[in-house]
């Protein structure tokens, strides 16, 4: 008797063309639509006019052709990103082939092998600071770090599951709440005419509960493996993982630290801080980031004297680890290039506005949630869906006697959670991490959906103690 094939996630470059071929599909069954827009000098882009809708013929209606050429125009616009994360995944792999980050695992391992309660320590250390990455919106910047972190999970004893989740939990935690997110919270407040970051008490409480239910989520599933590993997502791997069958990446052979393996990693640690300091409060970037790291490069190659060849062979071989992201990164804006062309996004988002109009607040505050939800599976910029979303949420928000600063939280509730569910937010991170989607989404799925509940419950207790200002 013939076994049943069993399901296998395809490739994740086969499910973005998927998602591709189902929005250029719509594209001919749903109108086009424009709404008028406006160039804002404050916030220096175009703003949408939300009783300026009517529907149009598209102008470059999605061809074969232009399907095609949409991947290689998403290459383009998601350059800055690919670019950020070659340079800066290239130096890390530097950092690791000088032995240095071997040297401090190797110290992680000796504390936790001393001690096993430890191993709770490191979770809590990573977790707190992915979620403080959230908070100030990396997002795409602390892509780089998904390895090293496996790597030391790991390590620890863990499985790539409670690896990624200690990532993307905490992270989610810290975006959703957008406490210093400028890419939701500032550019909506900013759009809707609020205090840039007013609020932020009451989006510290919201962080505090998304924190916790998202440790708790990552804790429960840590302490079940230990006790049961075949209970594990990934039972067969981990098993093969705890037996030592499996080669951790980056922890070859037990590396005894030096000096120059303690000034290596002192110095990148400042680098960090400097990193997340110019980032909060001086504005900067993915290239001001990458350029820090190149910088650090060079000290490194200094300290451990490698001759600059030897040096950019060990960047180009890091680099190469990560090119997958880079692909993936790229069809995730085709995605989007698609959707413009076919002028529909603004269809959908008339749609929803004419269908909650006259509604109650909070069935319409629910449905606004589920929208932004389901618009966070094509569109995942946060920046992008604010612009195009609070102008028609604004309004609706003052029909309704609901104030702007519940709509934001509304806005920033249903998009945080999500980037780290859908495809279009998640697949990179599987990639780094070396785990399936479909296994990321048996853990996620519960994981992510307690978080949007609690969200919603959020919003609702912020409407009911009318927080303000309006």
């Given at each position: 008797?013939?076994?049943?094939?069993?399901?296998?996630?395809?490739?994740?470059?086969?499910?973005?063309?998927?998602?591709?071929?189902?929005?250029?599909?719509?594209?001919?069954?749903?109108?086009?639509?424009?709404?008028?827009?406006?160039?804002?000098?404050?916030?220096?882009?175009?703003?949408?006019?939300?009783?300026?809708?009517?529907?149009?013929?598209?102008?470059?209606?999605?061809?074969?052709?232009?399907?095609?050429?949409?991947?290689?125009?998403?290459?383009?616009?998601?350059?800055?990103?690919?670019?950020?994360?070659?340079?800066?995944?290239?130096?890390?792999?530097?950092?690791?082939?000088?032995?240095?980050?071997?040297?401090?695992?190797?110290?992680?391992?000796?504390?936790?092998?001393?001690?096993?309660?430890?191993?709770?320590?490191?979770?809590?250390?990573?977790?707190?600071?992915?979620?403080?990455?959230?908070?100030?919106?990396?997002?795409?910047?602390?892509?780089?770090?998904?390895?090293?972190?496996?790597?030391?999970?790991?390590?620890?004893?863990?499985?790539?599951?409670?690896?990624?989740?200690?990532?993307?939990?905490?992270?989610?935690?810290?975006?959703?709440?957008?406490?210093?997110?400028?890419?939701?919270?500032?550019?909506?407040?900013?759009?809707?005419?609020?205090?840039?970051?007013?609020?932020?008490?009451?989006?510290?409480?919201?962080?505090?509960?998304?924190?916790?239910?998202?440790?708790?989520?990552?804790?429960?599933?840590?302490?079940?493996?230990?006790?049961?590993?075949?209970?594990?997502?990934?039972?067969?791997?981990?098993?093969?993982?705890?037996?030592?069958?499996?080669?951790?990446?980056?922890i070859k052979n037990k590396i005894e630290m030096t000096k120059r393996h303690g000034l290596a990693l002192g110095i990148y640690v400042c680098l960090l801080i400097l990193q997340a300091y110019c980032c909060a409060t001086r504005g900067w970037g993915l290239g001001e980031v990458a350029a820090l790291n190149i910088m650090y490069a060079v000290i490194l190659a200094?300290?451990?004297?490698?001759?600059?060849?030897?040096?950019?062979t060990s960047i180009m071989r890091g680099a190469a680890n990560v090119l997958t992201a880079g692909f993936v990164i790229g069809f995730a804006r085709a995605i989007m290039i698609v959707l413009e062309q076919g002028e529909i996004v603004d269809t959908f988002v008339y749609a929803i506005s004419q269908v909650l109009e006259g509604k109650g607040p909070a069935f319409?505050?629910?449905?606004?949630?589920?929208?932004?939800?389901?618009?966070?599976?094509?569109?995942?910029?946060?920046?992008?869906?604010?612009?195009?979303?609070?102008?028609?949420?604004?309004?609706?928000?003052?029909?309704?006697?609901?104030?702007?600063?519940?709509?934001?939280?509304?806005?920033?509730?249903?998009?945080?959670?999500?980037?780290?569910?859908?495809?279009?937010?998640?697949?990179?991170?599987?990639?780094?991490?070396?785990?399936?989607?479909?296994?990321?989404?048996?853990?996620?799925?519960?994981?992510?959906?307690?978080?949007?509940?609690?969200?919603?419950?959020?919003?609702?207790?912020?409407?009911?103690?009318?927080?303000?200002?309006?």
């Amino acid at each position: 008797m013939e076994k049943k094939r069993r399901f296998e996630m395809p490739h994740v470059i086969v499910v973005l063309l998927i998602i591709m071929t189902c929005v250029a599909v719509l594209s001919y069954i749903v109108p086009s639509g424009q709404f008028e827009r406006v160039y804002d000098e404050t916030i220096g882009r175009d703003v949408v006019l939300p009783d300026k809708f009517h529907y149009v013929e598209a102008e470059n209606p999605v061809t074969v052709f232009s399907f095609f050429k949409a991947i290689y125009d998403g290459f383009v616009q998601g350059a800055d990103i690919i670019a950020g994360l070659l340079i800066t995944c290239g130096v890390i792999n530097f950092l690791e082939e000088t032995g240095a980050f071997g040297a401090g695992l190797t110290k992680i391992m000796g504390a936790v092998e001393k001690n096993h309660s430890f191993r709770l320590g490191v979770i809590l250390v990573f977790f707190a600071l992915f979620a403080w990455t959230g908070v100030l919106g990396f997002g795409e910047a602390s892509y780089p770090f998904y390895g090293i972190t496996t790597s030391i999970i790991l390590a620890i004893g863990y499985d790539r599951v409670a690896a990624m989740a200690t990532i993307m939990m905490a992270s989610c935690s810290g975006w959703a709440s957008g406490m210093l997110n400028m890419y939701t919270t500032g550019i909506s407040q900013n759009l809707v005419g609020l205090p840039m970051f007013s609020g932020l008490w009451y989006r510290v409480i919201c962080f505090g509960v998304f924190f916790v239910l998202a440790l708790i989520s990552v804790l429960v599933y840590c302490r079940r493996i230990t006790k049961d590993p075949s209970r594990s997502y990934i039972h067969e791997e981990y098993e093969r993982q705890l037996k030592g069958d499996i080669e951790i990446e980056g922890i070859k052979n037990k590396i005894e630290m030096t000096k120059r393996h303690g000034l290596a990693l002192g110095i990148y640690v400042c680098l960090l801080i400097l990193q997340a300091y110019c980032c909060a409060t001086r504005g900067w970037g993915l290239g001001e980031v990458a350029a820090l790291n190149i910088m650090y490069a060079v000290i490194l190659a200094v300290i451990f004297r490698v001759r600059p060849s030897d040096a950019c062979t060990s960047i180009m071989r890091g680099a190469a680890n990560v090119l997958t992201a880079g692909f993936v990164i790229g069809f995730a804006r085709a995605i989007m290039i698609v959707l413009e062309q076919g002028e529909i996004v603004d269809t959908f988002v008339y749609a929803i506005s004419q269908v909650l109009e006259g509604k109650g607040p909070a069935f319409t505050l629910l449905m606004l949630f589920i929208f932004v939800t389901i618009l966070n599976f094509f569109v995942d910029s946060g920046s992008g869906k604010a612009v195009m979303m609070m102008p028609i949420m604004s309004p609706l928000g003052k029909i309704l006697g609901i104030n702007q600063q519940v709509m934001v939280l509304t806005y920033q509730f249903g998009d945080g959670f999500t980037d780290y569910l859908w495809p279009a937010g998640a697949l990179v991170p599987c990639q780094l991490c070396g785990l399936k989607y479909n296994i990321w989404m048996k853990f996620a799925w519960k994981a992510m959906g307690i978080q949007l509940i609690a969200g919603y419950v959020m919003v609702l207790i912020a409407h009911y103690i009318n927080l303000g200002p309006f």
